[in-house]
């Protein structure tokens, strides 16, 4: 069957679930998995799959057509123009986390040695590793399952980091670091009912949720973690919650020896904040 009619059939199947940009987008990476053809190419000619790989991809319509997302079904990711192994043990990075990774290349601070906590399919650490020249990078993770991730990505885009599985909340280090950078759970659970289902169904809730009790505590660990592991004039990048950008600001104002300021992301929403510990 021709590209032509297994498109019109795809958004056929999915217009219900996905806008028209997003079934766009879907398609070709489908297309491009199956065949090994550029989206060009695949524009450009009207592309026939065997019978095997059209069982394929119908197959995946169903997935997609159960709110699966495409990462998961296909196994990997771009991000920051690097290619991710994933599966629904780690998060699926997102554009935010992009901009994350770009605010810290472009920051003007030492970044020799760097530390990522939290670090799901290894996407920020690995990515820093790979931009910024003569880093030692090292990922902090709890899962196994997402160390085995991380290792593989690593090997995939030729870089080397240490990985350290454990417990953000026991760990101890005698290492100190220039630059930690962080994305932990920060939605509470009571803004589940907002979460879309490929979201809330597939990726790891120990890695999207907090609780409403205490929905910092992530951070506050961290901050803690800093008091003797950032040197000075070091700096902290977090990802956050907008909604609690105040509460975030309250809660750095009790270490006197840092400064911050917030950054937007694309979408006008308060999701990055950058420290400083002075001395």
């Given at each position: 069957m021709g590209c032509s009619i297994l498109r019109k059939k795809f958004n056929e199947s999915l217009f219900d679930i996905y806008n028209s940009e997003e079934l766009n987008i879907i398609f070709y990476r489908v297309m491009q998995n199956l065949t090994n053809k550029s989206k060009l190419e695949?524009?450009?000619?009207?592309?026939?799959?065997?019978?095997?790989?059209?069982?394929?991809f119908y197959e995946y319509v169903n997935r997609l057509s159960n709110y699966e997302p495409i990462q998961y079904i296909l196994g990997n990711t771009i991000f920051n123009n690097l290619e991710f192994d994933l599966d629904n043990s780690v998060l699926i990075p997102r554009p935010e986390t992009e901009e994350l990774v770009d605010l810290i290349i472009k920051h003007e601070c030492k970044k020799e040695k760097i530390l990522d906590i939290g670090s799901g399919s290894g996407c920020i650490a690995i990515a820093l590793a790979k931009y910024i020249l003569r880093s030692n990078v090292t990922a902090l993770e709890i899962c196994p399952n997402a160390v085995k991730i991380i290792n593989k990505n690593a090997s995939k885009n030729n870089v080397e980091i240490d990985i350290i599985c454990e417990d953000l909340f026991t760990f101890q280090s005698k290492s100190t670091f220039d630059l930690i950078v962080s994305n932990p759970p920060y939605i509470v659970y009571s803004q589940k009912y907002k979460i879309s289902k490929n979201v809330l169904n597939f990726e790891p809730h120990h890695a999207l949720f907090v609780n409403d009790n205490d929905p910092l505590i992530f951070y506050k660990a961290i901050l803690n973690f800093s008091k003797n592991n950032l040197n000075v004039d070091g700096n902290i990048f977090f990802?956050?919650?907008?909604?609690?950008?105040?509460?975030?600001?309250?809660?750095?104002?009790?270490?006197r020896n840092f400064s911050y300021k917030l950054i937007k992301d694309f979408h006008g929403k308060k999701r990055f904040m950058i420290l400083k510990k002075n001395t």
């Open positions: 695949l524009m450009t000619s009207n592309y026939k799959l065997g019978n095997v790989k059209e069982k394929i990802e956050i919650n907008d909604i609690f950008h105040h509460e975030m600001i309250q809660l750095v104002s009790k270490y």
